[in-house]
Nanobody, 117 residues
Framework: QVQLVESGGGLVQAGGSLRLSCTAS????????MGWQRQAPGKQREEVAS???????NYARSLEGRFTISRDNAKNTMFLQMNDLKPEDTAVYYC???????????WGQGIQVTVSS
C-alpha cells in the first residue's frame, strides 16, 4: 500500500489560512485519485475534497470557495489550501489515496486542525 504523511496542520484563528500537505511513497502517485476527509469530535468522518490523477477536482458543497485541493505529481504531494477558516472546520484531517486497484485505499495518520474563535 501507499504510505501517506500529512503535514501543515495546527492552530489558527478564525479567518486565517492553513495549507495541508500529503506526501506519498511509491512511483505511481500520478495515477492515484487522492483526497481529504475530516472528522470533528463527536461527528462522522466527511469528505472534504478529491482530485483525480489528471487534476479534476470535487468539493464538499459547503466548503467550495474556501478550500482548494491541488497536487504536484512531480513531488508526489497533494495539498489542501484552506482559507477563511471557521471554528467548525476544527477536525482531524486525513488524506487518502485511491489507486483504483488492489490492495485499495491508503490513509494518512491524520493531522489536527484547530480553529479558534
Amino acid at each position: 500500500q501507499v504510505q501517506l504523511v500529512e503535514s501543515g496542520g495546527g492552530l489558527v484563528q478564525a479567518g486565517g489560512s492553513l495549507r495541508l500537505s500529503c506526501t506519498a511513497s511509491g512511483r505511481f502517485f500520478s495515477q492515484y485519485d487522492m483526497g481529504w476527509q475530516r472528522q470533528a469530535p463527536g461527528k462522522q468522518r466527511e469528505e472534504v475534497a478529491s482530485i483525480t490523477g489528471g487534476g479534476r477536482t470535487n468539493y464538499a458543497r459547503s466548503l467550495e470557495g474556501r478550500f482548494t485541493i491541488s497536487r504536484d505529481n512531480a513531488k508526489n504531494t497533494m495539498f489542501l489550501q484552506m482559507n477563511d477558516l471557521k471554528p467548525e472546520d476544527t477536525a482531524v484531517y486525513y488524506c487518502y489515496a485511491d489507486p483504483r486497484a488492489p490492495p485499495g485505499w491508503s490513509w494518512g495518520q491524520g493531522i489536527q486542525v484547530t480553529v479558534s474563535s
